[in-house]
């Protein structure tokens, strides 16, 4: 099963972007898996950004808790990430990935991973 992930693109500064991520097959199933979205910046390393577990608890860091919103559609077993105020220090790839069980921060702990999708954000 993959992760499929949708919606980046190049936006200037304080615009706004959405995220999609769908298993590429039912058998990964978002209502029984933590879903989270991470960031890769150039020359950082990979970052927690949003996650929401397979309860629904949701877990933002504070950097960008008011600016980034995560949200899921079990019916349609797709997890989106709502962006807005976008900064240049946004720019990065994003990655949707999965686990079973709970959100946690740690890029190791998740078993499924999407390509990424590249988010561009331009003074």
């Known amino acids: 099963v993959q992760l499929i992930e949708s919606g980046g693109g190049s936006v200037q500064a304080g615009g706004s972007l959405r995220l999609s991520c769908a298993p590429s097959?039912?058998?990964?199933?978002?209502?029984?898996?933590?879903m989270a979205w991470f960031r890769q910046g150039p020359g950082k390393e990979r970052e927690f950004v949003a996650g929401?577990?397979?309860?629904?608890?949701?877990e933002v860091p504070d950097a960008v808790k008011e600016r980034f919103t995560i949200s899921r559609d079990v019916a349609r077993n797709e997890m989106n990430l709502q962006m807005i105020d976008l900064k240049t220090e946004d720019t990065a790839v994003y990655y949707c990935?999965?686990?079973?069980?709970?959100?946690?921060?740690?890029?190791?702990?998740?078993?499924?991973w999407g390509q990424g999708t590249q988010v561009t954000v331009s003074s």
């Open positions: 990935a999965a686990r079973p069980g709970i959100v946690t921060f740690l890029v190791f702990d998740y078993d499924y």
């Open positions: 097959s039912d058998t990964l199933s978002i209502s029984r898996h933590a």
């Open positions: 929401i577990s397979w309860s629904g608890l949701i």
